[in-house]
């Protein structure tokens, strides 16, 4: 079976589970040939202090060169790009990133791109190449469900400008959702220990950076109790492996307002949005491919 071109578009430092999603793109080789990591902005949060978007890049590359070394692609490095310092509103120049997506994308038949950021990078791309749109699927885990009512989700409000112009542009595009959707892929420490512990320095480093992400946005001790965390951006990567696990549909694409809500139109261009997903074979996927050993 011929394997589906990808590019990982990602912001792997702000948070901890774009490095899960890079670990279980990588375990999915079989499937998937990824051409490139390109390296999206993001903006300071709780987890990942940060005083420009170029110093982010930079923590970026570094993540992901740490995680290619540990996971034994070591190889893969060359294949990371930085891409822009400015998010799209401002800045709608060529970078490093989005020069390589326009390559990649005119050279083969087809690409997918999983965005789980700031979709900034592939905006730029797009506007630079628009030919590129004719040969790409963009997987992009970003905003909320129509039904949430409202839409300051962390990778949508950095650049909505870059979303109302992918949204709008003629490539093909899947949205899932965070809240109500991705948020399904929700775990604890404890969940994670017993699959991952056991399966090397990679599982513990998992289990580590969750721990210390729960702490960074824990609002006091008392939370402890209870406390389970999503790990959205694996949908992307799991949506790529296999689109049986997700419900969805085709709808004309929003409006965005100017309060970042969505409003419904008649619009002739679709685009898909997720519904649901099945946590369980997604998870499953994922601890198996990671190491972990089913015993009878």
Same mark, same amino acid.
């Given at each position: ?14 948070? &901890? ?37 170029? !110093?982010? @890049? ?9 995680? @290619? ?26 970078? !490093? ?17 999983? +965005? ?24 992009? @885990? ?11 989700? /962390?990778?949508? %409000?950095?650049?909505?400008? +870059? ?9 093909? @595009? ?6 109500? &959707? +991705? ?6 420490? /404890?969940?994670? *220990?017993? /699959? ?40 992307? &990567? +799991?949506?790529? &492996? ?16 100017? *309060? ?18 099945? %946590?369980?074979?997604?998870?499953? *996927? ?7 050993? /089913?015993?009878?």
């Amino acid at each position: 079976m011929e394997r589906e071109n990808v590019i990982l578009d990602t912001d792997i430092s702000n948070e &901890v589970d774009d490095q899960f999603a890079l670990c279980y793109l990588l375990k999915s080789l079989d499937k998937l040939n990824l051409n490139a990591i390109t390296i999206a902005p993001f903006s300071s949060n709780k987890y990942a202090v940060i005083n420009s978007l170029e !110093e982010g @890049l930079n923590l970026s590359y570094e993540t992901a060169c740490k995680l @290619l070394e540990m996971t034994g692609f070591d190889n893969y490095k060359s294949r990371i790009f930085k891409g822009a310092n400015t998010f799209f509103g401002e800045n709608k120049n060529l970078n !490093e990133a989005s020069k390589k997506i326009i390559e990649i994308a005119l050279s083969n038949e087809h690409t997918t791109i999983i +965005a789980i950021g700031a979709i900034t990078n592939v905006a730029v791309a797009i506007f630079n190449e628009p030919r590129i749109a004719e040969k790409i699927k963009v997987i992009w @885990l970003g905003g909320h469900s129509f039904l949430t009512g409202y839409n300051t989700e /962390y990778n949508f %409000r950095q650049d909505v400008t +870059a979303v109302r112009f992918v949204f709008n542009s003629n490539a093909e @595009l899947v949205v899932i959702p965070c809240k109500n &959707v +991705a948020q399904a892929l929700t775990t604890t420490i /404890y969940e994670l *220990d017993f /699959y991952l512990k056991e399966i090397g320095e990679l599982g513990k480093y998992l289990c580590k950076i969750v721990k210390d992400c729960n702490k960074a946005h824990r609002k006091d001790e008392t939370n402890i109790i209870g406390e389970a965390k999503p790990l959205w951006d694996i949908s992307a &990567v +799991a949506y790529a &492996v296999n689109e049986n696990w997700f419900e969805s549909q085709k709808v004309s694409v929003p409006e965005i307002l100017d *309060d970042k809500t969505y409003k419904m139109s008649e619009s002739e261009r679709k685009i898909t949005f997720v519904n649901n997903m099945d %946590r369980n074979q997604i998870f499953k *996927d994922l601890f198996l491919k990671l190491g972990y050993k /089913y015993e009878i």
